[in-house]
C-alpha cells in the first residue's frame, strides 16, 4: 500500500537552531516527491518537487533532499516567519494521484 | 498574476440544505482537485478531473458532487447526504496527474 509517513509531528526550535524535518515514503512507483509550507487557515504553498534519489533543491533558508526511501526537508537557521505546518506528498505513476503526509508543524522561537 | 481562488472564504449552512464551492483557475491547467482537511486527519482527496467534462472519484466521495464544463472552473457541492460536512475544503490543479498541485486559500464550511 502505497504511504507517506512524517516525523516528526511536532518540533519547537529555537531562532537559528537548525534542524530536519523527515518523511519517509513507500509507493509502487514515485513520480515525485513533493513539499510545501502550509500557514494556520491558509491553503498549502508548492516549494519543491523531487524526481529522483540523489536530488537536492533549495530555496532559502530550505533544503530538500530524496534518497530511495525517504526525503529530508534541511531548515538553516530558522526564524519564527518559518514556523508552519511542512506537509509531504508523493505522486504516483499509477494512479497519478497525490498521497500527502500528515505533517510536520514547526514552532521557531524568538 | 496567475493562481487558483476560492470563494467565499467562510460559508455557513444548516442542515439539510445543500451548499456549493466555487474554484476557478488561470493557470491554463488542466487537472483540478477538491480535498477536504480535518485537524489530525490531514489532505484527503474528495474529487479531481484531468480534464474538461471527466472527473473521477477520490477517497471520501460519497455526499458530494462536482461538475468540469470548463477548464478554468471546478465547483464542488456539498449535499444533505454528507454526514459530517463541517471542514476546510481546499482547490488545487496541476499541468496534469502527478505532478505539483498548486493550492487555493481554502473555503471553511460550518453546518449547523
Known amino acids: 500500500e502505497d504511504q507517506v509517513t512524517q516525523s516528526p509531528e511536532a518540533l519547537r526550535l529555537q531562532e537559528g537552531e537548525s534542524s530536519s524535518l523527515n518523511c519517509s515514503y513507500t509507493v509502487s512507483g514515485l513520480r515525485g516527491l513533493f513539499w510545501y509550507r502550509q500557514d494556520p487557515g491558509k491553503g498549502p504553498e508548492f516549494l519543491f518537487t523531487l524526481y529522483s534519489a540523489g536530488e537536492e533543491k533549495e530555496k532559502e533558508s530550505l533544503k530538500a533532499t530524496l534518497t530511495k526511501k525517504e526525503s529530508f526537508l534541511h531548515i538553516t537557521a530558522p526564524k519564527p516567519e518559518d514556523s508552519a505546518t511542512y506537509l509531504c506528498a508523493v505522486g504516483t505513476s499509477n494512479t497519478g494521484k497525490l498521497i500527502f503526509g500528515q505533517g510536520t508543524t514547526l514552532q521557531v522561537k524568538p | 498574476d496567475g493562481g487558483i481562488t476560492q470563494s467565499p472564504k467562510y460559508l455557513f449552512r444548516k442542515e439539510g440544505q445543500n451548499v456549493t464551492l466555487s474554484c476557478e483557475q488561470n493557470l491554463n491547467h488542466d487537472a483540478m482537485y477538491w480535498y477536504r482537511q480535518d485537524p489530525g486527519q490531514g489532505l484527503r482527496l474528495i474529487y479531481y478531473s484531468q480534464i474538461v467534462n471527466d472527473f473521477q472519484k477520490g477517497d471520501i466521495a460519497e455526499g458530494y458532487s462536482v461538475s468540469r464544463e470548463k477548464k478554468e472552473s471546478f465547483p464542488l457541492t456539498v449535499t444533505s447526504a454528507q454526514k459530517n460536512p463541517t471542514a476546510f475544503y481546499l482547490c488545487?490543479?496541476?499541468?496534469?496527474?502527478?505532478?505539483?498541485?498548486?493550492f487555493g486559500p481554502g473555503t471553511r464550511l460550518t453546518v449547523t
Open positions: 488545487a490543479s496541476s499541468r496534469g496527474l502527478g505532478y505539483e498541485q498548486y
